[in-house]
């Protein structure tokens, strides 16, 4: 088979679980991938076989990169992608281990501080909840930094997810097609209802688009609002995803323990949710006004 064909039935395999993020990921960092081989080895991905390559093959992919000029978190993300594809075929003998004894750089991500309480005040006060858009806005803005959802699971959320009695949020099908639950407050669940209300939403998709109410909310719609919102507040480090980190460095903060706080955040294992440990811990050691999550995730026992 060619290389090609294998990364063709690797991402079709991967489809079966993985989100469609996912899978444009994937498939973003092999076409980069294959465009190195097409420039320096000369080879074509589409009628060539790994035959036609060296085994330093994954080592010479990580040398080109690290001519350019990008940092090397951006380095370690293009090459996750590339080295799960061969590692993919090297486990079904299509291919030798390139993968050995070849190690990453260094991550040099700089880490960020969450959101502080004056900034989400600061925020919150732009969301004109008297109007569809901003009540809209104000619940996806609290469903990432209070639930800790990612962005594509707030726009898969579906009115009968959410149990208001028992303040349960089901997330379905999520990254790597798991589903868990989670801990929904209750001044959440009051914005929700009136948005729902106010729309005439009883089934289907929770969140809309603004022009056509049977489109559901896109991830990219959620971004383009923290754009407007980054800019607005003048919070530099403000996207979406910083209020995920927020949500679970305010969790340690506030004395969750790490078991629950990876079945919170969806983590296959501690790996990913062990970085947020180092900033709970300094920002609990410098007194630093982190936004507080409800009460509802610190109660105990019965």
């Known amino acids: ?5 294998l990364r063709d039935v690797y991402i079709n395999n991967r489809s079966t679980y993985c ?9 973003d960092d092999l076409d980069l991938f294959f465009r190195f081989l097409e420039s320096h080895y000369r080879v074509d991905p589409a009628v060539s076989s790994f035959d036609a390559l060296t085994g330093s093959v994954y080592m010479d992919f990580i040398l080109e990169l690290r001519t350019r000029k990008i940092k090397n978190s951006s380095i370690r993300s293009y090459c996750r992608s590339v080295k799960a594809f061969l590692h993919w075929t090297y486990e079904n003998n299509f291919s030798p281990d390139y993968l050995k004894g070849v190690k990453l ?5 700089v880490a ?3 959101l502080f ?4 005040v600061k ?10 858009q901003g009540l809209r806005n104000y619940c996806i803005f609290h469903l990432l930094l209070d639930c800790g959802l990612r962005r594509q699971e707030v726009c898969h959320l579906q009115v009968h997810h959410m149990d208001p009695e028992r303040n349960i949020l089901h997330i379905v099908n999520s990254k790597e097609n798991k589903s868990r639950f989670v801990l929904v407050p209750d001044f959440l669940i009051s914005a929700l209802q009136e948005y729902d209300q106010r729309t005439g939403i009883t089934s289907g998709y929770m969140l809309r688009q603004l022009r056509d109410s049977e489109c559901p909310l896109t991830s990219n719609t959620v971004k383009m609002i923290f754009q407007d919102l980054k800019i607005s507040t003048g919070i530099d480090r403000l996207h979406a995803h910083l209020l995920r980190h927020t949500f679970a460095i305010s969790y340690l903060i506030g004395g969750g323990n790490l078991e629950f706080l990876r ?5 296959y294992d501690y790996a990913a949710t062990k970085t947020y440990v180092a900033m709970a811990a300094q920002m609990k050691l410098l007194g630093a006004p982190v936004y507080q999550l409800d009460p ?3 109660q105990r026992g019965y």
């Open 19 to 27: 989100s469609t993020d996912t899978i444009l990921k994937y498939t």
């Open 1 to 5: 088979m060619t290389i090609q064909q």
């Open 105 to 109: 750089p260094k991550d040099d991500a």
């Open 263 to 267: 079945v919170f955040l969806g983590h």
């Open 112 to 114: 960020e501080l969450p």
């Open 296 to 298: 509802i995730f610190f």
């Open 123 to 132: 925020i919150d006060a732009l969301f004109d909840r008297g109007t569809e």
């Open 117 to 120: 309480v004056e900034d989400v």
